[in-house]
């Protein structure tokens, strides 16, 4: 069975940082693209950033370009979501999936892990 | 606002057919497939249709995609009461070089 957990998410001021973390279970990690996506309280969801299978290939959307950054440890069937210079409008719900190619096509979602920004 | 345009809501009695679009341009819609998305409140979104008109396995039939030029839809057919949920359309932008997701269509079961 496909498994997703993230973790990581938390309250942070504006400007702090956060490590996002997803560890993925019952499928070879390796052969996949993933991606991140984020869901504000109440609003609709938004494409973050994916990596390619080897992380010779990562796209972010726009607004978060220079200040998050995407990983994985293949070894570790891990992905990560390193999150700086955090605003207010980056407070939401965040996914990770599994992804066929670089685009949309995500069959499998974790449960998502909560990031606040706040003062 | 999405690059991505969806209805902000749709409704339709049991048994009606319904359809939602999406209305993109041609970096997105007009040269890549379209994926739809359903969310029920409090969970993950779940892959509805995949590479415009494709359903994975356990998606019942009822559910349908299609394209034309730069929009797509997607039809409910039989509506159900558990078909009550948010809706999203998505396509991979060339020129963006990244995902788009529609804004949401909330459909409603009457």
Redesign the interface.
């Known amino acids: 069975e496909v498994q997703l957990v993230e973790s990581g998410g938390g309250l942070v001021q504006p400007g702090g940082s956060l490590r996002l973390s997803c560890v993925a279970s019952g499928f070879t990690f390796s052969n996949y693209w993933m ?1 991140w ?1 984020r869901q504000a309280p109440g609003k ?4 973050v950033a ?1 990596m390619k299978q080897d992380g010779s290939e990562k ?4 607004s978060v370009k220079g200040r998050f950054t995407i990983s994985r440890d293949n070894t570790e069937n891990s992905l990560y979501l390193q999150l700086n210079s955090l605003r207010p409008e980056d407070t939401a719900l965040y ?1 990770c999936a599994r992804a ?1 190619d ?6 499998y ?4 892990t909560l990031v606040a920004v706040s003062s | 606002q ?1 690059v991505l345009t969806q209805p902000p809501s749709a409704s339709g009695t049991p048994g009606q057919r319904v359809t939602i679009s999406c209305s993109g341009s041609r970096p997105n819609i007009g040269s ?2 379209v ?1 739809w ?1 359903q ?1 029920l409140p409090g969970t ?4 509805l249709i ?2 415009t008109n494709q359903r ?1 396995s356990g998606v019942p039939d009822r559910f349908s995609g299609s394209k034309s030029g730069t929009s797509a839809s997607l039809a409910i057919s039989g509506l159900r009461s558990e078909d009550e949920a ?1 809706y ?1 359309c ?3 932008d060339d020129r ?9 269509t909330r459909l409603t079961v009457l």
């Open positions: 991606t996506v609709g969801l938004e494409w994916n796209y972010y959307v726009d996914y066929d670089y685009g949309p096509s995500f069959a979602w974790g449960q998502g | 999405s890549n497939h994926y998305y969310q993950a979104p779940k892959l995949y590479t994975p948010e999203y998505a396509a991979w963006l070089y990244g995902v788009l997701f529609g804004g949401g």
